[in-house]
């Protein structure tokens, strides 16, 4: 029993060192690679605890929702700025002074005077 559980150990050893990341692979970030074979099949590889996984930009399915427009309405009250959002737990609310914006509030304003 033992020498069948080493010979598999080793085996399995061996077939994750089979799986490797080609050299002259381009790191597109980190522990993901792109790799072009001479087919002219684009791989992408990713190295994990368990080993490296390959797989074409094929395979991942396209989404199929549409990108959802911006769900902040924003009306200026003059000196503040007034922001409606709605979630899934209700209608949310909030006012501020145009001088105490944070940097997400100041891009969804101006993400609102953008639209027609």
Same mark, same amino acid.
């Given at each position: ?30 522990? /993901?690679?792109?790799?072009? %074979? ?11 605890? *368990?080993?490296? &996984? $390959? ?18 309405? /924003?009306?200026?009250?003059? %000196? ?11 209608? *949310?609310?909030? &006012? $501020? ?20």
């Amino acid at each position: 029993m033992k020498k069948f559980v080493a010979i598999m150990v080793f085996a399995g050893a061996c077939a994750l060192a089979a799986e490797s990341i080609p050299e002259g692979a381009k790191e597109i970030s980190p522990y /993901t690679y792109t790799y072009t %074979d001479v087919d002219g099949k684009t791989w992408m590889y990713r190295q994990t605890p *368990f080993g490296v &996984t $390959k797989w074409q930009e094929s395979d991942i399915p396209k989404p199929t929702t549409p990108p959802q427009p911006n769900p902040v309405k /924003t009306t200026d009250l003059g %000196d503040k700025i007034r922001f409606e959002r709605q979630t899934p737990f209700g209608h *949310f609310v909030w &006012t $501020k002074k145009k001088s105490q914006l944070s940097v997400d509030e100041k891009i969804l304003m101006q993400q609102a005077a953008e639209k027609p």
